[in-house]
């Protein structure tokens, strides 16, 4: 067992104290801790085992402040969305692999994306990564004149001068969605709208796009809805309130095929045996074994590592890149979706 840290009155432990620990000089331990030559490999080991010893962490924060570099891209995510929950994740390892750490700032039902862009730029972060960001096109230039920014999720059209764009190709998934209802022997399937939301057009136009290419435009039917589960809740009571019922639905991600499978199951209403329900992102829910919904999933390490490479990697002293990454969705069946 170690020996409890040798520094009694409280204080962070400094190189100093690693030093008279370890019987070196301050400028040897310096030499250890910043991993350049100059001390033997025993000298090393000793020096690293006092660290430990008196409980001394390098202050990384601070070091790469004398150097005028931060290392830190700033993610704006929602809290309330669990796709970039998993996003998030996802992004923590790609920037580490770039030998870049993150700086995390919630958007919430009491903080605006504005404060939350405000927080990482206070931070000064190097680059910024937007989750689904709601701000114009403007004010997304604004930022792109101060920095790198790249938008997760939201397709720009037109293209914002300096903001990069990386998206998964929600239109496909929704047509890969209705594909395999339709192969189900379904005709009569529901999409439960997205309203605003980044992505929501594009998955609206491609239902609309895949039900016409198998003939069945003129039972297209689309409800308005949300990205909360309360939003598929709501948008259940209207389904089971109106008559003929679909036989399928498309939720517009998987936080409102959930609260349409359980205002469903309320109700006695089965699924996939009167319904079949369909989501969008296979977030960590979608995968829950008393769930197990059929789902389009994203492809969140590619995007997080597209993300992070668009902030990064760049030509010496070139601009960053605009334009977009499109990636690829593919439909997941588990239980809530069967045949007619």
């Known amino acids: 067992m170690s020996p409890p840290p040798a520094v009694p009155d409280g204080r962070r432990p400094t190189l100093a104290d690693v030093a008279a ?27 690293l085992q006092a660290a430990r010893e008196v409980g001394y962490r390098p202050d990384s924060r601070a070091r790469l402040l004398r150097s005028n570099r931060t290392y830190l891209i700033g993610v704006q995510f929602e ?13 923590y390892a790609a920037a580490e692999s770039a030998g870049y750490q993150l700086a995390l700032s919630a958007v919430a039902a009491g903080r ?27 004010r997304l230039a604004e930022l792109a004149a ?6 997760v999720a939201r397709r720009l059209r037109p293209a914002v001068p300096g903001v990069r764009v990386v998206r998964t190709a929600d239109d496909e998934g929704a047509r890969q969605a209705v594909d395999h209802l339709v192969s189900l022997g379904h005709r009569d399937i529901l999409h439960i709208d997205g309203g605003r939301a980044p992505g929501a057009a594009e ?10 290419d198998h003939g069945l435009a003129d039972r297209v039917r689309v409800l308005p809805g949300g990205l909360t ?28 095929a959930t609260g349409l499978l359980g205002a469903f199951f309320r109700a006695g209403v089965s699924v996939p045996g009167e319904f079949s329900v369909v989501g969008f992102d296979d977030s960590r829910v979608a995968r829950l074994p008393h769930i197990d919904l059929t789902t389009v999933a994203q492809d969140i390490p590619r995007i997080a590592e597209l993300a ?33």
């Open 229 to 256: 589960e309360q939003d598929g809740a709501t948008a259940a009571r209207t389904i089971l309130d109106a008559t003929p019922w679909p036989s399928a639905v498309l939720a517009f991600n998987d936080a409102c």
């Open 112 to 138: 605006s994306e504005r404060q939350a862009v405000e927080s990482l730029l206070g931070d000064r972060c190097e680059a910024l990564v937007l989750l689904g960001p709601r701000a114009p096109a403007g």
């Open 308 to 340: 992070v490479a668009a902030v990064t990697v760049r030509p010496e002293g070139g601009e960053p890149r605009t334009g977009e990454d499109v990636v690829a969705p593919r439909l997941v069946v588990r239980g809530t979706t069967a045949p007619r």
């Open 21 to 47: 620990r370890a019987g070196v000089s301050t400028a040897l331990v310096s030499i250890v801790m910043r991993g350049v030559t100059g001390a033997s490999a025993a000298t090393r080991e000793r020096v």
């Open 79 to 91: 809290i309330q969305e669990p796709f970039h929950t998993d996003l998030v994740e996802r992004l």
């Open 146 to 151: 101060l920095l790198p920014v790249v938008s």
């Open 203 to 212: 998955r609206r136009r491609g239902y609309r796009t895949a039900m016409n």
